[in-house]
C-alpha cells in the first residue's frame, strides 16, 4: 500500500517510501548512511496518538484521527506502561482513564 503526500524533507508532492520521504530524498539519506535521523512511520504515528489522547479524545477517537485501529492505539498506550515500568523516559501526559490492555488492573 502506498501513501501519498508532502515529502518531509523537500515538501515535494509524491509517493513517500518511507520516513515520510519521496524516493530521491529517501535514497539519498540512506545512501549517505544518515536515514536513521528520520523518524519511521510509527513513531510518527506515536506523536500524533500523544497529541491527540492529550486532549482527552477516547483510543476511538484517536485512531480515526490518527488514522489508524483502536488496537493500535492500546498497544502504544501499553507501550508507555513499560516505559515508566523500565525507567525508559518521557512519557506523554494522557488526560483521564486509560482503557487496561489485556487483563491489566485499570
Known amino acids: 500500500m502506498s501513501r501519498y503526500g508532502e515529502c518531509a524533507c523537500c515538501g515535494r508532492l509524491g509517493e513517500l517510501t518511507g520516513r515520510g520521504l519521496v524516493r530521491p530524498c529517501h535514497r539519498r539519506f540512506r545512501e549517505a ?3 536513521d535521523e528520520w523518524p519511521t512511520e510509527w513513531e510518527l504515528v506515536e506523536e500524533d496518538v500523544a497529541m491527540v489522547l492529550a486532549t482527552g479524545a477516547s483510543h476511538r ?6 488514522g489508524t485501529t483502536p488496537r493500535q492505539v492500546l498497544r502504544i498506550l501499553a507501550r508507555w506502561r513499560l516505559r515508566v515500568v523500565d ?4 512519557v506523554p501526559e494522557v488526560q483521564g482513564p486509560v482503557r487496561a490492555v489485556r487483563g491489566e488492573a485499570a
Do not use: I
Open 33 to 35: 548512511g544518515v536515514l
Open 61 to 66: 477517537v484517536t485512531a480515526v484521527r490518527c
Open 87 to 90: 525507567g525508559d523516559g518521557p
